[in-house]
């Protein structure tokens, strides 16, 4: 049935709006229940047994005087879980290999990190629970580790997994080593590129691991009956991946369990894997009582994902009168103790803004004694990205030519085949540019010791299967189940562009997501794709519904269903009908619903595709004071293509909480190690996050360049703002100081070393 | 071990409770009495998600000991709106969109009614430093800042 659906003067009544969100007054109040808000009755407390290791091979684990402790109901570890066997899958927005993902979960023969988890207990308080912990004998025979990127690429490096062999090198190696891949992508032959070059720059940078911070630490109650029925509530971009990864770890049957979401307070790429899940799973089988874990601090910084930090050696060339001719980049990563940095990705993305001819970027994977990599936030683009920027900057400045001027030259538009090989639809790059250089921001004067910086970002965004369903009650209001869990104000969206497309009030929707047994398959929070694709399912079930509506009042009008029009929440007849009944709203033909059929729905399960790539441009003010190499950010201006804004707010708000961990990123964040490989900075006073009071209002500016891909022109928007900050402050620091600061993050002992150089 | 027996007021309201020494006054609002609107981020005193107020003084309620609050008044997230009505502040944060995930709100929200207590009329400057204690990591603290901002605003025209 075709859906005949008309906006009235094309004008949109909701989309666009600044809504409060549905589940507002609930996070206001203390009433809204993240994952360790939720309880059981006879519920135990899960506690993990954590490494003091860098590298160990574990030679044994007693676990007889913990389980004798009184009050202690069950204790695992490695041998408990099954095995698994290696197998590869790109889930989300990186590589996962289970084997990787169960050994890092619990650790088998070796422990490979300061925090890896080696066993687990369940007991009737967390004061049993730790002595618990103390009392299981775990010994260690401590190998020597290596922690720096380069230093495991050392041929007389420790080996952290004899099994690994270089993949994507040839000839194929014949001896283990820390080098886990190699990737490649680009066109063309950079040498020749180089060689037509007027002007080439080339720098060696880093960047350091950066952890996603979220407030909430990891959070879960699992519980399994006699029967084997396996309930878990998470924290988690995805319940229907703790689901999928749960059944795989634990060798269960996916049809016997089933997960509910609870909030998450936060994630940004680190919740779409599990850690304590299936522990929590395995604990709760093994006694039959609800088993509740819950990280602290230093467990979230010692043993889950952090992005990884990366050496690259960056390379741009191009000729005098301002086009970039070659490009070439080598980036190693630190993938942390299992293999799967985002290698991929970073190689993609480092030179996606720019057309250019010869381009190289090499990607490679290394593992060291350090956790597992996760995603974050648009992941691998950002330190991909850093040096390009950054070398963009520099090539501007020999060029004598303004940085946004150059970047207009060598920018992607549509049309344009990107450096990693497809070619754009429409996207908005240039108009981000042009919007900074319009702006107010990029004109004002600056004071002595001050600089301005700006770089831009790109990140592919994604679509994905989504679920959802739009259910009439008999008042007309509406209920929108899909499963997405809302990261970040993702209800006020779906709701606007459901009330949107019904044609009602926004307050009429009540968005609720519906756990794994309630709603179809949906894929998890990531690659800024909720408000793109469960957007498209929430527009598309509500179609379905408005032609469930349209047949209703067709039956009550006794006409043929192609005579009713569906308008701004109303059902007219239309042509010869027009005079013969009166339109019925949606409301009417609710309360009729028992005579023509039973309940109204509409319901939709898709795979949405062509989400529109995103582009951001930002400029930053600094202040680098010269007795102290501290830097303050003065101002910052964050444009960015959002395709449309559902809910501006929210946009400005993914925007703002990028920079502001691109800040974090640029000028704080790093893990400091110990001779022993010990963490020594796990926890938020030594792990700097930017406070309040580091930082500025920060300017936003919405570009509309609607994707054709999407009902409203919706592009994900989550990722891309993290991606220029890291350039932007230190390209910045360059204008205000003179001096490029290559290594991240550019804290005041490293600035002021360049500035007393 | 016995457990200590204390006797508080918690949003205006007596209450008791049995508490262990160690328990912290956060591990007795979320764990004893079912208050979860306090949250733990860190249990160090660096996120400031768990802040209350004892006898109207802001801390952070992961370093204060249960046993400590004999005796003494506790207001928590729990009892910032008056009935039905919303505190400006809590409106203001809904209208600004100060808040993505939300875990940081309910003790943002403390915070800044500590705040405004004691200064009706802040500056930028030293809302940013009141609220250097509380981290958030989705928003980048502007609307949090414009928010509290726009209720002091409005509490002032209002008084
Ligand atoms: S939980 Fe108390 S300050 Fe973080
Ligand atoms: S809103 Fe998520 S931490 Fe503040």
């Not at chain 1, 050994?103 to 070796?110: F, T």
């Not at chain 1, 260690?140 to 922690?147: F, G, K, Q, R």
């Not at chain 1, 303050?632 to 444009?639: D, F, H, K, Q």
């Not at chain 1, 909480?657 to 704080?668: M, P, S, T």
Request: contains cysteine; glycine residues 10%; hydrophobic residues 40%.
């Amino acid at each position: 049935m075709d859906t005949k659906v008309k906006q009235s003067q094309g004008k949109l009544k909701w989309v666009g709006t600044r809504q409060v969100r549905p589940d507002g007054v609930d996070k206001v109040t203390g009433r809204a229940r993240f994952g360790a808000d939720y309880s059981l009755p006879g519920m135990l407390v899960g506690k993990v047994l954590r490494s003091p290791h860098a590298h160990a091979r574990i030679i044994s684990i007693d676990k007889s005087k913990a389980e004798a402790l009184d009050g202690v109901k069950a204790v695992v570890s490695g041998e408990d879980f099954p095995d698994i066997a290696k197998e590869e899958a790109f889930i989300g927005e990186g590589p996962i290999n289970f084997r990787y993902m169960a050994h890092n979960m619990m650790a088998r023969d070796k422990a490979l990190y300061d925090g890896h988890a080696v066993a687990a207990v369940a007991a009737t308080s967390e004061e049993i629970a730790q002595k618990a912990l103390a009392l299981i004998d775990v010994q260690y025979e401590v190998l020597p580790h290596v922690i720096d990127v380069r230093d495991a690429m050392k041929p007389d490096a420790p080996i952290l997994h004899d099994d690994l062999f270089t993949e994507g090198v040839t000839p194929e190696p014949t001896r283990a080593s820390n080098i886990a891949k190699q990737v490649e992508f680009g066109r063309g032959d950079p040498d020749a590129g180089f060689a037509k070059a007027d002007v080439i720059v080339e720098r060696d940078y880093s960047t350091q691991p950066v952890h996603q911070a979220y407030i909430e630490p990891h959070a879960t109650l699992a519980s399994v009956d006699e029967e084997g029925k396996c309930q878990v509530w998470a924290s988690s971009q995805g319940h229907f991946m703790v689901r999928a990864y749960c059944a795989k770890l634990l060798g269960l049957d996916l049809a016997n369990i089933k997960v509910t979401p609870t909030e998450i307070g936060g994630g940004f790429g680190g919740k779409t894997l599990v850690y304590i899940e299936p522990v929590a799973l395995l604990l709760s089988r093994r006694c039959s009582r609800p088993v509740k874990i819950v990280m602290d601090r230093e467990e979230v910084f010692r043993s889950t994902g952090p992005a990884p930090g990366s050496h690259s050696t960056v390379k741009i060339g191009a000729t005098k009168d301002g086009k970039i001719v070659a490009g070439y980049a080598e980036m190693r990563l630190q993938a942390g103790a299992y293999p799967g940095s985002q290698i991929g990705p970073a190689g993609m993305t480092a030179f996606a803004p720019y057309e250019i001819e010869d381009v190289k970027a090499v990607g490679i994977d290394v593992v060291v004694n350090r956790p597992k990599v996760a995603a974050y936030r648009a992941p691998g683009a950002p330190l991909a990205e850093f040096p390009v920027e950054s070398a963009i900057d520099e090539l501007a400045d020999k060029l004598g030519m303004d940085p946004i001027e150059f970047r207009l030259k060598n920018a992607v538009k549509e049309g344009t085949q990107s450096c990693y090989g497809p070619v754009f639809q429409k996207i908005g790059f240039i108009e981000t540019l042009e919007a900074v250089k319009n702006h107010d921001h990029y004109q004002t004067k600056l004071g002595p010791n001050q600089g301005r910086g700006v770089a831009s970002g790109f990140w592919f965004n994604i679509g994905g299967e989504s679920t959802a369903t739009v259910n009439v009650n008999e008042d007309g209001s509406v209920v929108l189940i899909v499963g997405s869990p809302d990261i970040g104000g993702s209800r006020a969206s779906l709701a606007l562009m459901c009330a949107e497309t019904l044609g009602i009030d926004y307050k009429q929707v009540r968005p609720l997501i519906g756990d794994t047994d309630a709603i179809g398959y949906t894929f998890l929070t990531g690659g800024s794709r909720v408000t793109f694709a469960t957007g498209l399912a929430a527009i598309e079930a509500a179609k379905n519904c408005i032609d469930d509506l349209r047949k209703r009042a067709a039956i009550l009008w006794d006409i043929d269903v192609s005579n009713v029009e569906w308008r701004d929440g109303v059902a007219h007849p239309v042509d010869a009908y027009s005079d013969e009944h009166e339109p019925m709203t949606l409301k009417q033909l609710a309360a009729q619903s028992a005579k023509t059929g039973g309940p109204i729905t509409g319901h939709i399960a898709l795979n949405a595709e062509g989400a529109g790539p995103g582009f951001g441009s930002h400029v930053c003010d600094v202040e680098v004071d010269p007795e102290t190499g501290r830097v303050e950010i003065l101002r910052y201006t964050a444009v960015q293509d959002a395709g449309r804004a559902i809910h501006p707010s929210y946009v400005e708000g993914q925007i703002q909480g990028g920079v502001a961990q691109g800040i974090g990123w640029a000028l704080n964040e790093e893990y400091i190690y110990n001779a022993e490989g010990r963490l020594d900075n796990p926890g938020f006073l030594d792990y700097r996050v930017p406070v309040c009071s580091d930082l500025p209002m920060i300017d936003t500016v919405i570009v509309e360049v609607e994707n054709p891909n999407h009902p409203y022109g919706v592009r994900g928007v989550g990722e891309v703002p993290i991606v220029p900050p890291l350039a932007a402050v230190a390209n910045a620091i360059e204008a205000a100081t003179g001096k490029r600061l290559a290594d991240l993050p550019m804290s005041p002992p490293k600035v002021l070393a360049a500035i007393d150089e | 071990m016995s457990k200590h027996h204390i006797s508080t007021s918690i949003n205006g309201e007596s209450r008791e409770f049995l508490c262990e020494t160690r328990q912290t006054l956060l591990d007795v609002l979320r764990d004893e009495l079912g208050m979860i609107g306090s949250k733990e981020g860190c249990s160090s005193g660096d996120c400031g998600a768990c802040s209350v107020e004892v006898d109207g003084r802001l801390v952070c309620s992961c370093l204060v000991l249960g046993v400590e609050v004999d005796g003494k008044e506790i207001s928590t997230i729990e009892g910032m709106a008056d009935g039905e009505n919303l505190h400006p502040l809590q409106t203001k944060f809904l209208e600004h969109a100060a808040l993505q995930c939300g875990v940081c709100t309910p003790g943002f929200l403390v915070a800044a009614k500590s705040l405004l207590d004691r200064n009706p009329n802040p500056t930028e400057t030293e809302v940013r430093y009141w609220l250097a204690g509380n981290l958030c990591r989705c928003t980048g603290y502007d609307k949090i800042v414009r928010a509290v901002m726009d209720a002091a605003d409005e509490m002032r025209s209002a008084s």
